[in-house]
Structures are given as structure tokens and as C-alpha cells.
């Protein structure tokens, strides 16, 4: 029984460093999928990427504002993901021919999946921030800031964030 143990043991390293070199080729074998070539030349530019609502009531319900991204490039730019700064803000994407996209939400609470909204060059896109005032109960009044981020394959503008403010009454 002792001899079969001691053979047991160098066949069982050996299969964990065979293993190890196959886990090895394999996740580096997928870091190579990673094409340079896929990021884009253009620019998706903001033409205002803040809004204050000033004061908004509790009682009169969600407040919502559209931004717009315009592509000033020669290339299409991909909108990869979508999130927002708080689970009470959504964020919905219309391209320019008018086919909307989301609710995207706070990542972690199930509304920040990836997506793949292709913006081609010379076209707009329209960024909805919807807010509930109400999502934070009867304590969430006063000043808020929240905003939505937006992950794209431009090399020039990878990240873009759009924010808006509020103050909250009952």
C-alpha cells in the first residue's frame, strides 16, 4: 500500500503542472483576440455633458433629460457599456435611427450589461438620464449628483460621462 502512495504522488504533480501549462496556453491564447485594429480613430463628442434640474419635487415623480453625442470621425465608435453612478438613475441610448437601447442602471444591481450600439461617422445618439426622486425614501432629499458613463472603442474618447444635479424636495 506505501509503494503505491509514493507513485501516486509524483503522477499527481505531474498532472497539476500539466494542467497549470494547459490553463497557461490557453488564457494567453485568448489575450491575443484582443485586436488593436478594433479601436476606433473617431470621436464621440458631447455637446453638453451637464444639466441641473434645479428643484425637483418627490411628489411629481421621475425627472428625465436628453444628452447628444454626435460622431465627428470617419470611423465608427461602438458604445461597449453603459452605467450609471446610482440605482436611482437609468440611462437609455437612442441611435440615430431611432432604436433605443437599455434601461442601463448601476452596476451590481442588474442594469449595466455590455452592449455593442454602433455610432456610425457624421451620426448622433441621444443619452436619456431618467432620475426617481423617490428611490432613496423620504430621507433621500437635498442636493444629489449622479451621472452616466459610457465605455466606448474610440482611442481618443474611451470613457465619456454625462452628470447631471438636482435638489430634492418632499
Excluded at 453603459?82 to 434601461?103: D, E, H
Aim: net charge neutral.
Amino acid at each position: 500500500m506505501r509503494k503505491k502512495t509514493k507513485n501516486l504522488i509524483p503522477w499527481s504533480v505531474g498532472l497539476i503542472f500539466l494542467v497549470g501549462i494547459v490553463t497557461l496556453i490557453v488564457v494567453s491564447g485568448n489575450s491575443d483576440n484582443q485586436n488593436p485594429a478594433a479601436y476606433s480613430a473617431s470621436v464621440l463628442m458631447a455637446i453638453k455633458n451637464d444639466f441641473d434640474f434645479n428643484i425637483i419635487s418627490m411628489e411629481d415623480g421621475n425627472v428625465s433629460y436628453r444628452f447628444e453625442v454626435k460622431n465627428e470621425g470617419e470611423e465608427s465608435v461602438i458604445i461597449e457599456k453603459v452605467y450609471t453612478s446610482c440605482m436611482c438613475t437609468t440611462a437609455y441610448i437612442t441611435n440615430s435611427s431611432g432604436k433605443k437601447y437599455g434601461g442601463f442602471g448601476m452596476p451590481g444591481h442588474g442594469l449595466s450589461p455590455k452592449t455593442s450600439i454602433e455610432i456610425g461617422p457624421g451620426e448622433s445618439a441621444t443619452i436619456e438620464a431618467v432620475f426617481d426622486p423617490n428611490a432613496h425614501g423620504p430621507s433621500g432629499v437635498g442636493l444629489i449628483q449622479r451621472s452616466i458613463y459610457l465605455e466606448t472603442n474610440s482611442a481618443k474618447s474611451p470613457r465619456l460621462e454625462f452628470s447631471f444635479q438636482a435638489t430634492v424636495v418632499r
